[in-house]
């Protein structure tokens, strides 16, 4: 039981990332909402799961604090610009 814990954990810890950048994503307007409350119920579901049959403890805080710090990345990662690579001179290449 211990093992599907963790493995909870990591895929708590996975959607949690993805409603970071799901959340950056709907405020620019390029994705629905419906999608951004999906992965919130994902993440919730399974972050809960962790901590049902037994009280909560250090791994319980430790998915918990990850999948925060997972969030802040996804936030982070998507709000960033790219920058799009100008290959023109690699598939064309001048002779």
């Given at each position: 039981?211990e093992f599907?814990?963790?493995?909870?954990?990591?895929?708590?810890?996975?959607?949690a990332?993805?409603?970071?950048r799901?959340?950056?994503?709907?405020?620019?307007?390029w994705?629905?909402?419906?999608?951004?409350?999906?992965?919130?119920i994902?993440?919730?579901?399974?972050?809960v799961?962790v901590?049902?049959?037994h009280?909560?403890?250090?791994?319980?805080?430790?998915v918990?604090s990850?999948?925060?710090a997972?969030?802040?990345?996804?936030?982070?990662v998507?709000?960033?610009?790219?920058?799009?690579?100008d290959?023109?001179k690699?598939?064309?290449p001048?002779?």
């Amino acid at each position: 039981m211990e093992f599907l814990r963790g493995v909870l954990g990591l895929i708590g810890v996975g959607c949690a990332y993805m409603l970071g950048r799901s959340v950056v994503l709907v405020r620019k307007g390029w994705q629905k909402g419906s999608r951004s409350y999906g992965w919130a119920i994902r993440s919730a579901a399974c972050l809960v799961a962790v901590a049902l049959r037994h009280p909560v403890d250090v791994a319980d805080l430790a998915v918990w604090s990850l999948s925060a710090a997972a969030f802040a990345l996804g936030y982070v990662v998507a709000s960033r610009e790219r920058k799009e690579e100008d290959l023109t001179k690699t598939i064309f290449p001048e002779q």
